[in-house]
Nanobody, 124 residues
Framework: QVQLVESGGGLVQAGDSLRLSCAAS????????MGWFRQAPGKERDLVAT????????DYADSVKGRFTISRDNAKNTVYLQMNSLKPEDTAVYAC?????????????????WGQGTQVTVSS
């Protein structure tokens, strides 16, 4: 069982940066791949970034490539999402999730545990 708690959301202007954090409970955090999802009002939940158990492999949705960076610190049981050059269309609730097996995956159904999410609002 993994419990996930996100933090770092807020209201920013277009072009600004923000870093989200996701703190995980449990001693087996390093055995999970991690992902960041987002969901805007009236839209489906999208997976925007994923990272392998070691942090050595990452992948991103096309909409955020070159602007967002996912990373993790297994010693701190934490995964991060650095978001640069934010746009109004990045406005959403962002949630982290954990996938058993450790390999990064852009397949949402492979994620087993979810956090509650943190709101990110980007004004124009």
């Amino acid at each position: 069982q993994v419990q996930l708690v996100e933090s770092g959301g807020g209201l920013v202007q277009a072009g600004d940066s923000l870093r989200l954090s996701c703190a995980a409970s449990g001693r087996t955090f390093s055995s999970y791949a991690m992902g960041w999802f987002r969901q805007a009002p009236g839209k489906e939940r999208d997976l925007v970034a994923t990272i392998s158990w070691s942090g050595g492999s990452t992948d991103y949705a096309d909409s955020v490539k070159g602007r967002f960076t996912i990373s993790r610190d297994n010693a701190k049981n934490t995964v991060y999402l650095q978001m640069n050059s934010l746009k109004p269309e990045d406005t959403a609730v962002y949630a982290c999730a954990a996938a058993r097996g450790g390999w990064r995956t852009m397949i949402p159904s492979q994620y087993n545990y979810w956090g509650q999410g943190t709101q990110v609002t980007v004004s124009s």
